[in-house]
């Protein structure tokens, strides 16, 4: 399969580069209880399937649906994060993967381009590209069912140093079936020197490969690690203690930096001997929680960048993912980010330099 990468204009390295070996496309719908009774496994969680369950749901959605459409967009907890770096804190950011030849991979490279994300270590694959299924019940809680089985994506063999040189920071979200190609990352990563941040994905990932990712953490490869209260939970299932604060010890044995976010109840995070617990931010009830992790991460990471201390990072954090709650989807709206600079503004946070939002 010949991958064909998109023209790069002599661009500055992005200070973050992030990692999502096939693009994705989101497909966002608010839904009532009876659809998600008729799809197989946890409510809440995310779960792959194959192509006709993908194209099962999508034709229930059309008998399903509640007053608002559906909507599609790019997504992927990675490209949420950079995406949300980009318009959110003006931080250059990058995304290395594959996309297939179709609709969707064109909405996926139009989408990130335009949000200011440096296209450029995107290949072009002939084939289709990843669709995932966003089901938001009247709580905000959604059901992910990914489908990336056909899906093109990056291989290990096809990223090169050249891919990360100049950067700081390389974001990934732990996948067993991308295992090889995030330790070649990482690899790289390491000799270019940059900093490698990882997402624990979701509590099914960790439960049915636990093993493998305790390895990863264990390298000291990873340098910051955000997990939520369910993915803690599952890192440290069947131990004597296995609550949010022991799965927060047991990461910064491993990471410079450990995050555990606890939803409405905020979150923890510990470097090097300080731990703090912040608040979460905003009182709105979630309308949607896709990609309040993802865009925590944006919040935190640019704290990290502009060297903020442990509390403000994890307050920049808070901020961020509290944005992207308010509406339906991964992608912050404009009204939004005009929000979260208003909620920095209260709290005597530093504000981006950001036009046009």
């Given at each position: 399969?010949?991958?064909?990468?998109?023209?790069?204009?002599?661009?500055?390295?992005?200070?973050?580069?992030?990692?999502?070996?096939?693009?994705?496309?989101d497909n966002v719908a608010p839904v009532d209880w009876s659809l998600l009774d008729q799809i197989p496994?946890?409510?809440?969680?995310?779960i792959p399937v194959q192509k006709d369950e993908l194209e099962h749901i999508l034709k229930e959605l059309g008998t399903h649906v509640t007053a608002a459409p559906l909507k599609k967009m790019a997504g992927g907890s990675v490209a949420n994060t950079v995406r949300g770096l980009s318009v959110g804190f003006g931080v250059a950011t990058g995304i290395i993967g594959a996309y297939g030849d179709d609709e969707q991979g064109q909405l996926f490279v139009s989408n990130m381009g335009f949000s200011g994300v440096s296209i450029s270590r995107l290949r072009k694959k002939k084939g289709s590209t990843g669709q995932c299924v966003c089901l938001v019940d009247d709580s905000g809680n959604r059901t992910m069912r990914p489908c990336l089985s056909s899906?093109?994506?990056?291989?290990?063999?096809?990223?090169?140093?050249?891919?990360?040189?100049?950067?700081?920071?390389?974001?990934?979200?732990?996948?067993?079936?991308?295992?090889?190609?995030?330790?070649?990352?990482?690899?790289?990563?390491?000799?270019?020197?940059?900093?490698?941040?990882?997402?624990?994905?979701?509590?099914?990932?960790?439960?049915?490969?636990?093993?493998?990712?305790?390895?990863?953490?264990?390298?000291?490869?990873?340098?910051?690690?955000?997990?939520?209260?369910?993915?803690?939970a599952e890192l440290l299932r069947g131990e004597e203690e296995a609550g949010p604060e022991a799965a927060l010890e047991f990461l910064s044995r491993h990471c410079s930096w450990a995050v555990v976010t606890l939803g409405s109840k905020g979150c923890i995070a510990k470097h090097d001997k300080e731990v703090v617990q912040v608040p979460a931010i905003g009182e709105t009830i979630a309308t949607d929680a896709t990609g309040a992790g993802d865009l925590f991460a944006s919040g935190f990471l640019y704290g990290l960048i502009k060297g903020l201390p442990l509390e403000e990072c994890c307050k920049m954090g808070s901020c961020s993912g509290g944005s992207v709650i308010r509406a339906l989807g991964g992608e912050v709206t404009p009204e939004n980010w005009q929000w979260m600079h208003k909620q920095l503004q209260l709290k005597n946070l530093p504000v981006p330099d950001i036009r046009n939002l």
């Amino acid at each position: 399969m010949v991958a064909e990468a998109l023209p790069n204009s002599h661009e500055a390295p992005p200070v973050v580069l992030g990692l999502q070996p096939a693009a994705l496309i989101d497909n966002v719908a608010p839904v009532d209880w009876s659809l998600l009774d008729q799809i197989p496994g946890d409510r809440g969680g995310s779960i792959p399937v194959q192509k006709d369950e993908l194209e099962h749901i999508l034709k229930e959605l059309g008998t399903h649906v509640t007053a608002a459409p559906l909507k599609k967009m790019a997504g992927g907890s990675v490209a949420n994060t950079v995406r949300g770096l980009s318009v959110g804190f003006g931080v250059a950011t990058g995304i290395i993967g594959a996309y297939g030849d179709d609709e969707q991979g064109q909405l996926f490279v139009s989408n990130m381009g335009f949000s200011g994300v440096s296209i450029s270590r995107l290949r072009k694959k002939k084939g289709s590209t990843g669709q995932c299924v966003c089901l938001v019940d009247d709580s905000g809680n959604r059901t992910m069912r990914p489908c990336l089985s056909s899906a093109v994506k990056i291989q290990a063999d096809e990223l090169s140093k050249d891919d990360f040189t100049g950067s700081k920071w390389l974001v990934l979200r732990y996948a067993v079936l991308n295992l090889e190609v995030i330790k070649a990352a990482i690899g790289f990563a390491k000799q270019e020197g940059l900093s490698v941040s990882l997402d624990l994905a979701s509590f099914e990932m960790v439960r049915n490969y636990r093993s493998e990712l305790r390895q990863l953490l264990e390298s000291g490869n990873i340098d910051l690690c955000f997990a939520n209260e369910d993915e803690a939970a599952e890192l440290l299932r069947g131990e004597e203690e296995a609550g949010p604060e022991a799965a927060l010890e047991f990461l910064s044995r491993h990471c410079s930096w450990a995050v555990v976010t606890l939803g409405s109840k905020g979150c923890i995070a510990k470097h090097d001997k300080e731990v703090v617990q912040v608040p979460a931010i905003g009182e709105t009830i979630a309308t949607d929680a896709t990609g309040a992790g993802d865009l925590f991460a944006s919040g935190f990471l640019y704290g990290l960048i502009k060297g903020l201390p442990l509390e403000e990072c994890c307050k920049m954090g808070s901020c961020s993912g509290g944005s992207v709650i308010r509406a339906l989807g991964g992608e912050v709206t404009p009204e939004n980010w005009q929000w979260m600079h208003k909620q920095l503004q209260l709290k005597n946070l530093p504000v981006p330099d950001i036009r046009n939002l």
